[in-house]
């Protein structure tokens, strides 16, 4: 029987643990902090639970146009609560996860883990150690620090510590304006603090879909959230009951809290990785192939830790690829063109596949349309007015390449366009296939019909 190791209890993780198990290996899974992971623990699972939150009280917010009358003049949270069921939930989700994977036959060991030579792995420093044929690294990052603006857990914060306050921040200067800073500031705003968006591009999210980016900035705008673009923070400090944010040009912004989000640092520290012959990057992630293997041989690495696109769905999808092709399963190399992803702002941007950017500077010949939600008869009902479905076709044959939704649950839109990317369907097959009326998705439809070859 295979033994198999893993470091790591996150998606890339706990996901290669049970395919391990699936496959007939004998599997240990060593984690620090709990199964899940970061991702579970304090990043996609309590940001998506706080965001919950914030759509509830931005929809009735917005609901008086649609004639609905509330009691109060205003709708407020209740911010302990609201973190009360963030950890809470976060916490359930550990314990399913942790329970799934026991019950598929795994053993977890809590502790830090890390390869030795001699194919061993040892645990806490030496208070459990074993030898494992294959080893998975999933170890994750952590927030980046800057020393000029040092978190205290309490006004100055990582996105790890939010769920500690207990009350809204009146003002929340958020720096960064990447996926992170771009949801947190949308969330908090919704949530009714007021939010500055310290962002040093010209635009926020600078990587994603520049129209969708726009409309994004439309829509905060419009909800008087303050956006400093080409602002770059020099300093964080406390003072009085506040912080002080210091611009590199000399500016300064005031406010009750500041949330630092500007990017993460892979855990490669104490690992044992040099004297397993296991190589860096450049920027100092886990080198792997598209098959997750490092450079040592039955060592893979998977998630965060690899740097490789950083997101629960694709640490799960390099972690199970790597007991796939550890174990002598079918696997197919990753294929980063057929990632969904996500950005969690309201509206939310979707995308998958080629983007705009790739088109415009010709890495692919594909054709686009564009349309806008404002016409969908359901968008209308509904009393959505931002957003629209963009899609990308190869001009000979009509292959779906990509895809971008930016709406309201656009996370759940994007799932046609992705498998059309995944299948290579064509725009005229994904045009047959019937849609509700009225729907969004029709949307998704009707772009595909625009995009039909007359020759
Ligand atoms: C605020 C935020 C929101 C996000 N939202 C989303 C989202 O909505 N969707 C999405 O797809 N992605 C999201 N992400 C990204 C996602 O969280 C990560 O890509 C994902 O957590 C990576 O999984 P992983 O398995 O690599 O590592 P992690 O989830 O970080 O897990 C690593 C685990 O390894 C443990 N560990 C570390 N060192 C050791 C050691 N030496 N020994 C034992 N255990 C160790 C850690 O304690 C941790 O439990 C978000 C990220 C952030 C910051």
């Known amino acids: 029987m295979t033994r198999v190791a893993i470091v ?60 609905v009358e509330l009691g109060h003049d205003s709708v407020g949270v209740d911010l302990r609560r609201v973190n009360q069921r963030v950890l809470a939930l976060a916490k359930a989700q550990s314990a399913d996860t942790t329970a799934a994977v026991e019950k598929a036959g795994v053993q977890i060991l809590r502790g830090s883990g890390r390869l030795a030579p001699g194919d061993r792995v040892v645990v806490d ?125 000399g500016r300064t912004v005031r406010g009750s809290h500041c949330l630092m989000a500007v990017g993460s640092v892979p855990n490669t520290e104490g690992l044992g990785l040099s004297e397993c012959g296991v190589a860096l990057d450049d920027r100092g992630f886990v080198k792997v192939d598209r098959v997750s293997r490092t450079s040592a041989r039955g060592v893979y690495a998977a998630g965060d830790v690899t740097g490789v696109n950083m997101l629960a769905s694709v640490a799960a999808m390099q972690g199970r690829t790597a007991m796939w092709h550890a174990l002598g399963d079918a696997v197919s190399p990753l294929n980063l063109k057929t990632v969904a992803a996500n950005v969690f702002t309201d509206p939310e941007i979707a995308t998958v596949g080629w983007s705009q950017a790739a088109v415009d500077a010709g890495d692919i010949d594909a054709v686009a349309v564009k349309l806008p939600l404002a016409t969908n008869a359901r968008a209308k009902m509904l009393g959505i007015r931002d957003g629209f479905v963009k899609l990308f076709c190869r001009p000979g044959t009509g292959i779906i390449v990509g895809g971008v939704v930016v709406a309201p649950r656009a996370s759940e839109l994007i799932h046609p366009i992705s498998l059309g990317v995944e299948a290579s369907l064509t725009v005229d097959q994904m045009a047959r296939a019937f849609t509700v009326y009225p729907s969004l998705s029709g949307s998704v439809a009707e772009a595909a019909r625009q995009l039909h070859r007359r020759d």
């Not at 060593?30 to 965001?51: F, N």
Request: net charge negative; hydrophobic share 40%; with cysteine.
């Open 125 to 249: 420093e030496g208070s459990h150690e074993f030898v494992a044929d294959v080893a998975l690294l999933a170890t994750g990052a952590r927030p980046r620090i800057l020393p000029e603006a040092e978190p205290d857990g309490e006004r100055i914060l990582t996105w790890e510590q939010v769920y500690d306050l207990d009350e809204l921040p009146e003002h929340l200067v958020v720096v960064g304006s990447g996926v992170t800073g771009a949801e947190f500031a949308s969330a908090y705003n919704a949530l009714g603090s007021d939010v500055t968006l310290v962002s040093s591009r010209d635009r926020v999210l600078p990587g994603e879909d520049a129209d969708a980016a726009y409309v994004l900035e439309e829509v905060f705008a419009r909800r008087g959230l303050n956006v400093l673009s080409k602002s770059r923070a020099a300093s964080v400090r406390r003072e009085g009951s506040g912080v002080v944010v210091s611009l590199t040009d």
């Open 8 to 67: 790591g209890g996150g998606p890339g993780g706990y996901e290669a643990a049970l395919v391990a198990a699936q496959l007939g290996a004998e599997v240990t899974l060593v984690d620090r902090d709990g199964v899940g992971g970061s991702a579970v623990l304090t990043d996609c699972v309590p940001s998506k639970t706080l965001i919950a939150t914030a759509e509830v009280v931005s929809d009735a917010a917005e609901s008086a146009e649609l004639g």
